[in-house]
């Protein structure tokens, strides 16, 4: 069994910083690309950033030059550092993961989610 566990979230002044863990447990062979997610209230999930198990990354647009994702694999979590936060940044974030439980087994779990409001 595998659960992912997304914490971090928070209220913060616009302009302000987050960051987000998405930590891992259970019975990991190793995980491989991981994405974070965003839903806002009325509005479907979007990608925000990914990273590949090689540490390469890729950013919507809305957020480039703001949030980055890195990953620590002996903790097997990764992180979503959010800067100069707009209140357009409010939502649930969630981190997805593919992950190996065995060599022959790859599969996607979601965590539960992490509110961030942004506002002052």
């Known amino acids: 069994q595998v659960q992912l566990v997304e914490s971090g979230g928070g209220l913060v002044q616009p302009g302000g910083s987050l960051r987000l863990s998405c930590a891992a447990s259970?019975?990991?062979?190793?995980?491989?690309?991981v994405g974070w997610y965003r839903q806002a209230p009325g509005k479907q999930r979007e990608l925000v950033a990914t990273?590949?198990?090689?540490?390469?990354?890729n950013y919507t647009d809305s957020v480039k030059g703001r949030f980055t994702i890195s990953r620590d694999n002996a903790k097997n979590t990764v992180y979503l550092q959010m800067n100069s936060l707009k209140p357009e940044d409010t939502a649930v974030y969630y981190c997805?993961?593919?992950?190996?439980?065995?060599?022959?087994?790859?599969?996607?779990?979601w965590g539960q989610g992490t509110q961030v409001t942004v506002s002052s």
């Open positions: 990273i590949t198990s090689g540490s390469s990354t």
């Open positions: 997805r993961a593919d992950i190996r439980t065995s060599p022959w087994t790859l599969l996607g779990y």
């Open positions: 259970g019975s990991i062979f190793s995980i491989k690309n």
